[in-house]
């Protein structure tokens, strides 16, 4: 039996060490390819300049309409969902009985919304802009995106609550608090670190999706300056890059891809940094 025991610790134990591998071994590979490929064609020109006429193929110019326009979109898209995913998350923990029928729902349908491609989001997004007569715009683009990490957002910070000790809650509401009083003032508090993270996290996953944004958003030369006008993101200007049949333009997609992967990898450092700050006001 012990034997037996040990074989199948040993095969369980080489599972976990091949999918370890496999993961980080994907990572390593996606950022040593981006890197070789992107850093020769990275220069200060194409961070801080537009694209030029005839950028796409192989002249002057930048992706700095790219990078603001995606920072622009992911946090109007983030806040959009953020004032949507807060409320009910709360409602679901402190208003609602946690075995109800409408809670269980709730947070089925928020698990089959993860999971729907985002592509199926930009299709919807369009059709909404074609029913309310409106025209890519960098506001089509920031609901779009906010319809497709709302669930992300709202499962996130879901589980965070449901791990706030139940005898918090209770002490709060023996002391006279009142069901709003407990959410601002002693759960809000206690979550604080996860909902920073799910939101950060969230912002990353909307910055970096291309099919949301290609009918609602679609693409410009421009600065972002108008919710009613088309907005550049990196996702897309990547996606254009690579597609063209000249050398020097794919580098600069690889480039652009580089960029974008730095912004993720900041936004995980922060989302990791804030989270460790708030983690010192909560009561374990």
């Given at each position: 039996m012990i034997n037996k025991r040990k074989i199948e610790e040993n095969i369980f134990r080489c599972f976990m060490m091949a999918a370890t591998f496999v993961v980080v071994g994907t990572l390593a590979f996606i950022l040593v390819t981006i890197c070789i490929k992107g850093l020769p064609a990275l220069s200060l020109d194409m961070l801080i300049k537009t694209p030029k006429g005839g950028y796409y193929i192989g002249k002057e110019g930048g992706i700095l309409n790219?990078?603001?326009?995606?920072?622009?979109?992911?946090i109007g898209a983030t806040f959009l969902a953020l004032i949507i995913s807060l409320p009910l998350v709360f409602y679901l923990n402190l208003?609602?009985?946690?075995?109800?029928?409408?809670?269980?729902?709730?947070?089925?349908?928020?698990?089959?919304?993860?999971?729907?491609?985002?592509?199926?989001?930009?299709?919807?997004?369009?059709?909404?802009?074609?029913?309310?007569?409106l025209r890519a715009s960098l506001l089509a683009g920031i609901v779009t995106v906010a319809l497709l990490i709302i669930p992300i957002m709202s499962r996130s910070m879901d589980e965070v609550l449901k791990l706030i000790p139940f005898e918090l809650k209770e002490a709060s509401f023996a002391l006279g608090s009142t069901r709003l009083?407990?959410?601002?003032?002693?759960?809000?508090?206690?979550?604080?670190?996860?909902?920073?993270?799910?939101?950060?996290?969230?912002?990353?996953?909307?910055?970096?999706?291309?099919?949301?944004?290609?009918?609602?958003?679609?693409?410009?030369?421009?600065?972002?300056?108008?919710?009613?006008?088309?907005?550049?993101?990196?996702?897309?200007?990547?996606?254009?890059?690579?597609?063209?049949?000249?050398?020097?333009?794919?580098?600069?997609?690889?480039?652009?891809?580089?960029?974008?992967?730095?912004?993720?990898?900041?936004?995980?450092?922060?989302?990791?940094?804030?989270?460790?700050?708030?983690s010192k006001r909560v009561i374990k």
């Open positions: 790219a990078i603001l326009g995606s920072i622009v979109l992911g208003y609602v009985k946690k075995k109800s029928t409408f809670a269980l729902l709730v947070r089925f349908f928020l698990d089959v919304l993860w999971g729907i491609p985002s592509i199926v989001y930009g299709a919807f997004g369009f059709t909404l802009m074609v029913f309310l007569g009083e407990t959410a601002v003032k002693v759960i809000f508090r206690q979550a604080l670190p996860g909902i920073v993270t799910a939101t950060l996290i969230a912002f990353g996953r909307g910055i970096g999706d291309a099919a949301a944004v290609l009918f609602t958003a679609s693409f410009t030369d421009s600065l972002p300056y108008s919710l009613f006008k088309p907005v550049a993101t990196l996702p897309l200007a990547i996606f254009f890059q690579l597609g063209t049949p000249f050398p020097e333009v794919q580098e600069r997609g690889y480039a652009s891809a580089l960029v974008l992967t730095g912004i993720i990898f900041l936004i995980s450092i922060f989302a990791r940094i804030l989270s460790k700050k708030f």
